[in-house]
C-alpha cells in the first residue's frame, strides 16, 4: 500500500503559477520502479487525468487541457513527483491529486490509495 501527501495548492490570479508536490511512502511500496500520475476533480464534475510520468522520468503525458502549460516531473531520491503549473486558468480550479501506477510504464492502473489532495483556485 501507498501513503500519498500532496502538498502546494493555493489562491492564485489567472496567469500565475503554482508547483504541486505528491510525497510517497509505504512499507512495502518501492516508489522508482512505477509510474506517477496527477488528477483533478473540479466541483460538480468527476475526476480527470492531469498528467502522468513513468519510473525514470523520461516519458510523459498529458492532457491536452495542460499541454503546453504544466510539466510533471519526478525526484526518486525524494520519492516525491511535482507538478510545475504555469499560465493558470479560472478552468484549472480543482483538487488536485497524486496517483501511483502499478507499473513503471503509464498503463492507468492506479492503485487504490489517494491523498487527501491538494486545492488549487485560480481567480479571474
Known amino acids: 500500500q501507498v501513503q500519498l501527501v500532496e502538498s502546494g495548492g493555493g489562491l492564485v490570479q489567472a496567469g500565475g503559477s503554482l508547483k504541486l508536490s505528491c510525497a510517497a511512502s509505504?512499507?512495502?511500496?518501492?516508489?522508482?520502479?512505477?509510474?506517477m500520475g496527477w488528477f483533478r476533480q473540479a466541483p460538480g464534475k468527476e475526476r480527470e487525468f492531469v498528467a502522468a510520468?513513468?519510473?525514470?522520468?523520461?516519458?510523459?503525458y498529458y492532457a491536452d487541457s495542460v499541454k503546453g502549460r504544466f510539466t510533471i516531473s519526478r525526484d526518486n531520491a525524494k520519492n516525491t513527483v511535482y507538478l510545475q503549473m504555469n499560465s493558470l486558468k479560472p478552468e484549472d480550479t480543482a483538487v488536485y491529486y497524486c496517483?501511483?501506477?502499478?507499473?513503471?510504464?503509464?498503463?492507468?492502473?492506479?492503485?487504490?490509495?489517494w491523498g487527501q489532495g491538494t486545492q488549487v483556485t485560480v481567480s479571474s
Open positions: 496517483a501511483a501506477d502499478r507499473t513503471p510504464q503509464w498503463r492507468g492502473v492506479i492503485m487504490d490509495s
Open positions: 509505504g512499507r512495502t511500496f518501492t516508489f522508482s520502479t512505477v509510474a
Open positions: 510520468i513513468d519510473w525514470r522520468g523520461t516519458t510523459k
